[in-house]
């Protein structure tokens, strides 16, 4: 009796992509491996998607929908650009290495394009130059991106330590932060014996670095009014 061929679909693909992504990350992602959670021949997977590339095109397409569906767009733009800057970040830390993919690809499908439209919307009341409102929002989700991608690695490295049985990124810090001085590492060992290191990642840390942002582009507006 021939063996009868699963039924794959664009849907099931995709589903199946955020799966290999979370539990091997984005380094040992393929098109053969993926083929073969699927249960398929890899081949196959060129019928819906001409090359990784283009999946990835379209992995980044659905995150950037997911942020369009949740986002609010009341108030002011400091109050639209913070509800996209964390929307934006609660989005991403749910897909698996999303903002790799989003850094990876170009701005060539509808909702990528609806979401770069979205933001520039977010400014498009302030008197910057146009120029100054792309750099905005480039700004911005930059931050965004980076700040995820930090805590994502951070987690893998962690992660990777504890399986391999080796010492954690701390007990190695304490071991070299004792052979140093203070004129060396001084304020550094003050700052990390304190705990302000594990800050980094928090919600805590983001919005602060968010704030930043925001004062610095109403400061340029300002200068621009006078």
């Known amino acids: 009796m021939r063996k009868q061929q699963p039924q794959i679909s664009e849907d099931k693909i995709l589903e199946a992509s955020w799966e290999l992504l979370r539990e091997e990350g984005i380094e040992k992602f393929s098109m053969r491996r993926l083929a073969d959670r699927l249960g398929i021949q890899a081949p196959s997977l060129y019928w819906y998607f001409k090359s ?10 659905h995150v950037s929908k997911i942020i369009l569906e949740e986002l609010q767009s009341e108030g002011d733009w400091k109050e639209q650009l913070t509800e996209l800057a964390i929307t ?14 989003m850094m990876m690809t170009l701005p060539h499908e509808p909702d990528i394009i609806r979401f770069t439209n979205r933001m520039l919307l977010c400014v498009e009341s302030t008197p910057l130059e146009q120029e100054q409102k792309m750099q905005v929002v480039t700004t911005l989700v930059n931050y965004v991106f980076y700040f995820v991608l930090d ?49 980094m990642g928090t919600d805590r840390a983001f919005e602060f670095g968010l704030r930043l942002i925001l004062l610095g582009i109403e400061q340029i507006i300002k200068e621009q009014e006078k």
């Open 52 to 61: 990784k590339q283009n999946l990835y095109q379209r992995l980044a397409n």
């Open 88 to 101: 934006t970040r609660n989005v991403l830390s749910r897909y698996p290495c999303s903002t790799q993919l």
């Open 151 to 199: 805590d994502y690695q951070h987690e893998r490295n962690v992660s990777a330590m504890f399986k391999d049985n080796v010492s954690l990124p701390e007990d190695e810090l304490i071991r070299l932060l004792d052979t140093m001085s203070d004129t060396e590492a001084g304020l550094f060992r003050r700052m990390f014996t304190n705990g302000l290191f594990e800050l």
